[in-house]
């Protein structure tokens, strides 16, 4: 707050920050889940610069936020299928302001974050490993996705079909098969193929291009 950045986000209960008294925890029954939706609870700090929210949905949601100094909830519309009149309507619906704000202003973390999560190569044998190791595979993680995401904005410029552009899993196979392979792509013309928007190579180009921007 020193440096007058502001953050706000989705905690877990357990977190750190997250007061007892706004933890939620999951229903174990549908009486109980009847009973708990929709339920929420605030608390803040004595001078109003952290502000811990937690409302239960399907499942119990937590938020720790320094951006809003209040809590109220904002009206929303959205069109929905009504399967009676076989036609779109407009529903209207309450949401909390600071998940609205947080859903609307969260860009590409969010993204981010579940791209490196989906194949994430790390998991709890970490724990036996150097404390080192933790930071050089989530450096190589996100460099991974960044690699993805040049690839895909390469096959976009280069106007590569939709069906003949790599999945993300598919990317991630042929990434590590070059990487175990120990070949290295030294020629930038790699990257000019038009069929899938890059060869082999030229994903080791995109991964050598984002290692220095993961770290």
């Known amino acids: 707050m020193q440096e007058k950045v502001l953050m706000g986000g989705v905690a877990r209960a357990s977190s750190r920050g997250v007061p007892d008294t706004v933890v939620q925890t999951e229903a174990r029954s549908k009486v109980d889940l009847a009973r708990q939706v929709g339920t929420v609870k605030i608390a803040r700090t004595e001078d109003f610069k952290v502000i811990a929210v937690s409302i239960y949905d399907s499942k119990p949601v937590h938020f720790l936020s320094s951006i809003h100094n209040r809590v109220n909830m904002v009206e929303k519309i959205r069109e929905v299928w009504d399967t009676k009149a076989k036609e779109t309507a407009e529903l209207a619906y309450t949401r909390l302001n600071v998940i609205d704000d947080y859903n609307n202003t ?30 050089f595979l989530w450096a190589l993680g996100v460099a991974v996705v960044n690699a993805y995401l040049l690839y895909k904005r390469q096959c976009e410029q280069q106007e590569v079909p939709d069906g003949k552009r790599l999945t993300h899993v598919q990317f991630n196979v042929i990434l590590a098969q070059e990487l175990c392979s120990g070949q290295r792509a030294a020629k930038w013309k790699y990257l000019q193929d038009t069929k899938t928007g890059l060869t082999r190579r030229g994903l080791l180009v995109c991964l050598y291009l984002c290692l220095p921007l993961s770290v």
């Open 106 to 135: 969260m860009n590409g973390v969010d993204i981010a974050d579940q791209l490196r999560e989906i194949y994430r190569f790390d998991g709890p044998w970490m724990r036996q490993r150097k404390w080192w190791w933790a930071l």
